[in-house]
Antibody
């Protein structure tokens, strides 16, 4: 059974770069799935950040595109998120998720537990 | 700045029916994009509840059902149970945002 686990610093300074990794276990990142990052500011709704295929193809939220980079490391079976020039508005719980390859259309069918990232000096 | 609007909160007694609306526009739900629903129990990650408007993944009770009409979608919970107290979010796609995934504003369901 595929499981996802986010990891990375819980505190990032303003104007710095937020870096997170999502480790995939119980399955291969080179499967026919896309992989996604989503975030949720405290007390607010979910926001899609972007997604990646194992080939390296990416799709980004237009509102974040200039600051976001999502990459994949097939040798480590993981994918990563980098968000630059962060501000307090980027404080959120960050989730990684798997996109269904067809069984559930392209819904987000498996989620990591999430990791809280606070932007503060 | 979610493009899909949901009521912030709803409540119901055990056994009752509650319906959560997800209102979009002609560039998302009205354009024919799929609608998915996620349930988020307190302090946990979202879980896929309904996919493709009205389909349940294995293991999801049949008291949960989805529908879509025009530029809106709905999630109904019949026979409300205490364990259904959670946040619920709809998700679709928006052509005006280059086909980006978009989420609803989220609805907190309270079981009285």
């Amino acid at each position: 059974q595929v499981q996802l686990q986010e990891s990375g610093p819980g505190l990032v300074k303003p104007s710095g770069t937020l870096s997170l990794t999502c480790a995939v276990s119980g399955g291969s990142i080179s499967s026919s799935n896309w992989w996604s990052w989503i975030r949720q500011p405290p007390g607010k709704g979910l926001e899609w950040i972007g997604e990646i295929y194992h080939s390296g193809s990416t799709k980004y939220n237009p509102s974040l595109k200039s600051r976001v980079t999502i990459s994949v490391d097939k040798s480590k079976n993981q994918f990563s998120l980098k968000l630059s020039s962060v501000t307090a508005a980027d404080t959120a719980v960050y989730y990684c998720a798997r996109i269904s390859a067809g069984s559930y259309l392209d819904a987000l069918d498996i989620w990591g537990q999430g990791t809280m990232v606070t932007v503060s000096s | 700045q979610s493009v899909l609007t949901q009521p912030p909160s709803l409540s119901g007694a055990p056994g009752q029916r509650v319906t959560i609306s997800c209102t979009g526009s002609s560039s998302n739900i009205g354009a024919g994009y799929d609608v998915h629903w996620y349930q988020q129990l307190p302090g946990t990650a979202p879980k896929l509840l309904i996919y493709g408007h009205n389909n349940r993944p294995s293991g999801v009770p049949d008291r949960f059902s989805g529908s879509k009409s025009g530029t809106s979608a709905s999630l109904a919970i019949t026979g409300l149970q205490a364990e259904d107290e959670a946040d619920y979010s709809c998700q679709s796609y928006d052509s005006s945002l280059s086909g980006s995934r978009v989420f609803g504003t989220g609805t907190k369901v309270t079981v009285l």
